[in-house]
């Protein structure tokens, strides 16, 4: 069935580390994959994402992947900050729906 | 433009009662979605309505309905309530509720069943 696998499920960097996040997707029609921040207490928040037709995309420190192929896509941090510690989600589309299925998050810990 | 806003926060209800959570989407959006989210099971999505028509559907008893009225915003109720339907319940708009689009987060309702 429909299924994102995320991992790790947690992930402690020292600040000024890169810190990566893979997923795995299995429905072939999915062409919309979002990464959301969620910190302690809050909303999930939208901090990139990439559509099928483009193989990577970079917002300043954080860049994410897609591998249709192989049915993947990874989140990259680069110089992580003390306030990237947060909760990550991956997501994927269900075909051209609004429906999404979400990975079972990263706990990252950035260490000052 | 606002955000996506929902009420109310907090809840806590005892098993066997009812609740009936509320979502107001950002002004233009038709496609209010909703998710459940707890500790084990992550978030998983509930259903989807767009122009007051249930889309979607994800995988929960038929104890969890929902609604949209006319100017988008969305019910979802819950019936029959159980311990473990304790658990945060989001929900998210967007535009048109296509499969490309972003999808922005309400706050979220905390449920407590006691």
């Known amino acids: 069935g429909e299924n994102v696998e995320q991992h790790p499920s947690t992930l402690s960097v020292q600040e000024g580390d890169s810190a990566v996040i893979k997923c795995t997707y299995s429905d072939s029609a999915s062409n919309y994959f979002p990464w959301y921040k969620q910190e302690l207490g809050k909303r999930p928040q939208l901090i990139i994402d990439i559509r099928s037709n483009v193989g990577e995309k970079k917002d300043q420190r954080i860049a994410v992947t897609l591998n249709k192929t192989a049915k993947h896509f990874s989140l990259h941090i680069t110089e992580t900050q003390p306030e990237d510690s947060a909760v990550y989600f991956c997501a994927a589309s269900i075909g051209n729906t609004g429906k999404l299925i979400f990975g079972q998050g990263t706990t990252l810990q950035v260490k000052p | 433009k606002a955000g996506v806003t929902q009420t109310p926060r907090y809840l806590i209800k005892t098993r066997g009662q009812q609740v009936t959570l509320s979502c107001s989407p950002i002004?233009?959006?038709?496609?209010v979605s909703w998710y459940q989210q707890t500790p084990g099971q992550g978030l998983q999505f509930l259903f989807e309505?767009?122009?007051?028509?249930?889309?979607n559907k994800g995988n929960f008893p038929g104890r969890f309905s929902g609604r949209q009225f006319s100017n988008s915003r969305s019910e979802m109720n819950v019936s029959t309530l159980e311990l473990g339907d304790s658990a945060l319940y989001l929900c998210?708009?967007?535009?048109?509720?296509?499969?490309?689009?972003?999808?922005?987060f309400g706050p979220g309702t905390r449920l407590l069943v006691l």
């Open positions: 002004s233009g959006h038709r496609s």
């Open positions: 998210a708009s967007s535009l048109l509720g296509q499969g490309a689009e972003t999808q922005y």
């Open positions: 309505y767009f122009s007051e028509t249930q889309r």
